[in-house]
Nanobody
Framework: QVQLVESGGGLVQAGGSLRLSCKVS????????RGWYRQAPGKQRELVAL???????NYQDSVKGRFTISRDYAKNTMYLQMNSLKPEDTAVYYC???????????WGQGTQVTVSS
């Protein structure tokens, strides 16, 4: 079973930066893609950034140019570097793994990011 654990969330002022980490364990070779999602109160969970095993990336338009998804293969860790944070970025952030031959994604427990004005 693939397991994901996020960390790095916190409270930051607008314009500040945070770096989220996602430690991946289990059968990592079953992972077809990885990504970061977020969910604000009263809103649907939305895609923030995706990374395919090839290394190609895709970003939500609202974070493009500010956020960067990356991966450290040796440490089995995925990162989301968030710069120029805005209050509207406030949400619980989740890392996710897409599993080969499975209709279900694996999710971490989430980490809270709060951006003050």
């Amino acid at each position: 079973q693939v397991q994901l654990v996020e960390s790095g969330g916190g409270l930051v002022q607008a314009g500040g930066s945070l770096r989220l980490s996602c430690k991946v364990s289990g059968n990592i070779f079953s992972i077809n893609a990885r990504g970061w999602y977020r969910q604000a109160p009263g809103k649907q969970r939305e895609l923030v950034a995706l990374m395919a095993n090839s290394g190609s990336t895709n970003y939500q338009d609202s974070v493009k140019g500010r956020f960067t998804i990356s991966r450290d293969y040796a440490k089995n860790t995925m990162y989301l570097q968030m710069n120029s944070l805005k209050p509207e970025d406030t949400a619980v952030y989740y890392c996710s793994a897409k599993i080969r031959a499975s209709p279900y994604d694996v999710w971490g427990q989430g980490t809270q990011v709060t951006v003050s004005s």
